[in-house]
């Protein structure tokens, strides 16, 4: 089940944080959803001590794999990636899921900078909104995105 099981990052166990370069990345289409999603990523990283993350806004998902590509490259430990595509009636919904996914994936993979994927794929603006962090939500995507780039990024530092 979604939202169930995810791995708790606290300074306790995984050291201090606060020297990591982090970035995160969203699009400005649905502004309540982004704005949950950008809120739960940015108390994430407080919780962590990162107190000076950088935030750039990128117009829609499809945009934010060459963003994080540029972070990547200009040497940030971290990268989170936020936006929400919603399915309509077209193939549109799947094209975008597709080149978001597999351009965020080719940056990690490529340049070694864990990229956080809060990228929500809905088929409806409700299940997006369920998702986003706001009062009422059932999940916090934001906050579980920024564990699952930092909590990364923690491990390989002790990679020899």
Excluded at 128 to 136: I, M, Q, W, Y
Aim: net charge negative.
């Amino acid at each position: 089940m979604s939202g169930k099981g995810a791995p708790e990052l606290t300074v306790e166990n995984r050291g201090d944080l606060r020297d990591l370069r982090v970035a995160v990345i969203a699009a400005q289409w649905h502004q309540q959803i982004m704005d949950g999603l950008v809120n739960g990523s940015l108390r994430a990283l407080r919780e962590l001590g990162i107190a000076e993350p950088t935030l750039l806004r990128v117009p829609g998902s499809f945009e934010l794999p060459v963003a994080a590509k540029v972070f990547a490259d200009r040497g940030y430990d971290a990268i989170v990636a936020l936006g929400v595509v919603i399915r309509g009636g077209t193939p549109h919904f799947d094209y975008v899921c597709q080149g978001v996914t597999q351009g965020l994936t080719e940056v990690s993979v490529t340049t070694g900078v864990p990229v956080g994927f809060g990228v929500l794929t809905c088929d409806t603006e409700e299940q997006a909104l369920a998702r986003a962090g706001l009062a009422g939500s059932v999940e916090d995507k934001g906050h579980e995105a920024v564990t699952a780039a930092v909590a990364t990024a923690a491990t390989l530092r002790t990679v020899a």
